[in-house]
């Protein structure tokens, strides 16, 4: 379980600030996977790097009482000068995994090749999904926060991604954020919407499609 305890989150723009949240508690459940939609800025990747501890409240309490992931298609993951190989290296000395085997995992996964010896600055950003993705699944966790890294590489590689994260799926929960209606309606069973420093839960995706659109059709009007 992730618990949001009255937490505000904001950035300081010209003229006052962008709220993300404000004083929002909120829960989510162990057993179900969240689709997050809102439109542009309204703090969708900041949500997940806020779940993720890679981004602190400005105020409130996260509590999670389960192994999160970093967010899959944040390059903050990664150190720029350092290899593909030892970012790897790394990780799997944080979280406690078997260095050879996340590396020989995400050699295989993320068909890198000879880059993966490369620093990652070198990496465009489809390789470095790549191997977020490859790293994220070689280590275990109980809940995957994915940022559109489903969308990248080729229609083949999208296949591998998708069966990787199905299996992944049948023990492990999901957060995600897509802008492919598609996408959230494959992997999550319910959904929520951000927006003006609030976000709404709802119990299928369906709803959460509902008032998103909504809500962009009377942005466009």
């Known amino acids: 379980m992730i618990e949001f305890r009255e937490v505000t989150k904001y950035y300081r723009v010209p003229g006052g600030r962008k ?15 969240y689709g997050i939609l809102g439109g542009n800025g309204a703090g969708k990747s900041t ?5 993720s501890g890679a981004e602190p409240p400005n105020s409130g309490r996260i509590v999670r009482r389960a192994r999160v992931s970093f967010p899959l298609g944040f390059s903050g993951t990664f150190h720029g000068h350092l290899s593909g190989r030892q970012n790897c290296t790394f990780l799997a000395r944080v979280y406690g995994a078997d260095e050879h085997a996340v590396d020989r995992f995400v050699a295989d996964f993320s068909e890198l090749g000879r880059y993966l010896d490369m620093p ?4 465009s950003s489809g390789m470095a999904a790549k191997l977020a993705f490859g790293v994220s699944l070689a280590l275990d966790f109980d809940v995957y926060l994915v940022d559109e890294v489903t969308e990248v590489g080729d229609a083949r ?6 069966q990787a994260f199905r299996d992944r799926a049948r023990r492990s929960d999901v957060v995600m954020v897509s802008h492919n209606s598609h996408t959230i309606k494959a992997y999550c069973d319910r959904g929520a919407v951000l927006g003006e420093g609030r976000i709404e839960f709802f119990d299928s995706v369906d709803d ?14």
Not at 212 to 220: A, E, T, V, W
């Open 47 to 51: 949500l997940l790097r806020l779940i």
């Open 157 to 162: 590689f999208r296949q591998k991604c998708a």
């Open 120 to 123: 990652v600055q070198t990496y």
């Open 19 to 33: 709220a993300v949240l404000e004083n929002a508690s909120f829960t989510f459940d162990i057993g179900h996977n």
């Open 208 to 221: 959460a499609m509902r008032l998103h659109r909504s809500r962009m059709g009377s942005l466009d009007a």
